[in-house]
T-cell receptor, first 118, second 115 residues
Framework: ETGVTQTPRHLVMGMTNKKSLKCEQH?????MYWYKQSAKKPLELMFV???????ENNSVPSRFSPECPNSSHLFLHLHTLQPEDSALYLC?????????????????FGPGTRLTVL | AQKVTQAQTEISVVEKEDVTLDCVYE???????LFWYKQPPSGELVFLIR??????QNEISGRYSWNFQKSTSSFNFTITASQVVDSAVYFC????????????FGAGTRLTVKP
């Protein structure tokens, strides 16, 4: 596999379910991201894992919980979601260089998981 | 604060027409990066171009060209001789700090190319 992959591509869940989204990057990058894309809203950055640090958007509800076990894998754990959480969830990765080093900082995206919460 | 504005919500053209997608950005940083992404119906954002603030040269890649003008804070994207496969949502984005990874996206422009 090449690039950034995401599974599942589609997910329908009830509000009481617990599920996880998975992202894997095969680009040798060291930073990974979760974005939420809702209808008629700008792309919203949810979480960033970069150089083993986690940065999050403080507006993201606690029912979304990220996990990044290594630089190639990223998970988004979901529990007790609401219907308004229905959206396309996109994963991205980039190479973040150390201070003074060269890096591209271009983010490459996966195909997304289309989530529907009933 | 950083902001990206794509004033055109939707554009519809007929195949073989040229079309320009506008992007206006705001930032106080002197070092920044501008991007264009394409999102076809499949959902994946496809990287098209990255331009840094010190390079105002226009770029051409096949039927695609980009016009970066710091004087007007614009980074416009032109598709020449559009094709049906160009139909997608196009996003302009701005990243203001090297390594910060706080990329701001515009709201996107939906381009429909009709046969």
């Amino acid at each position: 596999e090449t690039g950034v992959t995401q599974t599942p591509r589609h997910l329908v869940m009830g509000m009481t379910n617990k599920k996880s989204l998975k992202c894997e990057q095969h680009l040798g990058h060291n930073a990974m991201y979760w974005y939420k894309q809702s209808a008629k809203k700008p792309l919203e950055l949810m979480f960033v894992y970069s150089l083993e640090e986690r940065v999050e958007n403080n507006s993201v509800p606690s029912r979304f919980s990220p996990e990044c076990p290594n630089s190639s894998h990223l998970f988004l754990h979901l529990h007790t979601l609401q219907p308004e959480d229905s959206a396309l969830y996109l994963c991205a990765s980039s190479y973040r260089g150390l201070a003074g080093a060269t890096s591209t900082d271009t983010q490459y995206f996966g195909p997304g998981t289309r989530l529907t919460v009933l | 604060a950083q902001k990206v504005t794509q004033a055109q919500t939707e554009i519809s053209v007929v195949e073989k027409e040229d079309v320009t997608l506008d992007c206006v950005y705001e930032t106080r940083d002197t070092t920044y990066y501008l991007f264009w992404y394409k999102q076809p119906p499949s959902g994946e954002l496809v990287f098209l171009i990255r331009r840094n603030s010190f390079d105002e040269q226009n770029e051409i890649s096949g039927r695609y060209s980009w016009n970066f003008q710091k004087s007007t804070s614009s980074f416009n994207f032109t598709i020449t001789a559009s094709q049906v496969v160009d139909s997608a949502v196009y996003f302009c984005a701005l990243s203001v700090r090297w390594g910060n990874n706080d990329m701001r996206f515009g709201a996107g422009t939906r381009l429909t190319v009709k046969p």
